[in-house]
């Protein structure tokens, strides 16, 4: 270090300071700082905004997805309600009944039968 | 600085008034034009707002975001290198508002620092216009401070070698 400060002592020229200090001069005026501040707001202000599109957008593919799975599965159960009265009566066309029986013989009816050949013998 | 960390942008507002002209001022030195000076700070005042959860308390905000300034003057510095030297002397002739300057010494401090290397430049803007130290440029640019001491003394020595006609004038 000690060679580099020996080496390097080139003194500073005033006259060229001088005008690099002229060129670099900050604004003196009060309303470009204003501005400038309000410029750097600004773009914090877009950049949060833009940050909130892209978390948004970020979550709008899952969301879709999503939404579209459960509108598969409410599809699927609307079908499947749909479709099952559809199927008893194709069934009820297509199979056979248990079979009913025709005449069931009751102890009224055998009554009747007695009473209706009495009847019968009776009028011959 | 903790309303600022906690995502008041009043509070930010504030600590960007407080630093603008420092910021400005480290900017103007490495990117050398106003208004990529000003870009420079509006970038480095956005990522500082971003990174303000990575900003520790017990560093002085000012140092932390010098840092961020001198990285985004440097980061348009390397998007505009494409630049040539005498479209810069040009440029940076037409700039000088000072004047009290000669139009002589403008032109050829002008053409003489259009022939400078960015960081030379930047190192002898930072150390005699701004008055940073050897090591605040070494931290600020993120060069050896030994690279600092040299840059400084070869910008000197090709300023006044370029306007020694000028000097003896």
């Keep these: 270090m000690a060679d580099n400060e020996l080496e390097f002592t080139t003194e500073a020229d005033p006259r060229v300071t001088s005008a690099l200090r002229a060129h670099h001069a900050a604004p003196r005026d009060e309303a470009y700082w204003s501005e400038l501040q309000a410029g750097v707001m600004s773009r914090i202000a877009a950049s949060a905004r833009t940050s909130w599109l892209q978390i948004a957008a970020g979550w709008a593919r899952p969301g879709l997805a999503a939404a579209a799975a459960v509108l598969i599965a409410a599809a699927a159960l609307f079908q499947a309600n749909v479709g099952e009265p559809e199927q008893v009566t194709f069934a009820s066309m297509t199979q056979t009944e248990p079979s009913q029986p025709e005449f069931i013989y009751t102890e009224h009816d055998a009554a009747s039968q007695r009473e209706e050949t009495l009847r019968l013998v009776v009028s011959h | ?124 803007v930072l150390h005699d216009v701004e008055g940073y130290t050897h090591v605040e440029i070494a931290k600020l640019l993120a060069i050896p401070e030994g690279t600092a001491r040299s840059d400084l003394h070869h910008a000197r020595r090709q300023l006044r070698k370029m306007l020694v006609d000028l000097k003896e004038g």
Excluded: C
């Excluded at chain 2, 942008?9 to 960007?16: D, E, I, M, P």
């Excluded at chain 2, 900003?55 to 040539?84: C, H, M, Q, Y």
């Design chain 2, 1 to 124: 600085m903790e309303a600022a960390q906690r995502g008041d942008q009043s509070a930010f507002a504030g600590l960007v008034e407080l630093h603008q002209r420092k910021a400005y001022a480290i900017a103007r030195a490495i990117v050398f034009v106003h208004e990529d000076a000003e870009d420079a700070v509006q970038e480095a005042f956005l990522r500082a707002y971003q990174a303000l959860g990575k900003f520790r308390p017990e560093e002085p905000f000012g140092a932390w975001l010098s840092r961020i300034v001198a990285n985004a003057a440097l980061d348009i510095t390397r998007r505009k290198k494409i630049r040539k030297a005498d479209e810069l002397s040009e440029f940076l002739a037409d700039r000088f508002s000072n004047p009290a300057e000669s139009e002589e010494l403008r032109r050829r401090l002008a053409g003489a620092l259009g022939t400078l290397g960015d960081r030379p430049r930047s190192v002898i």
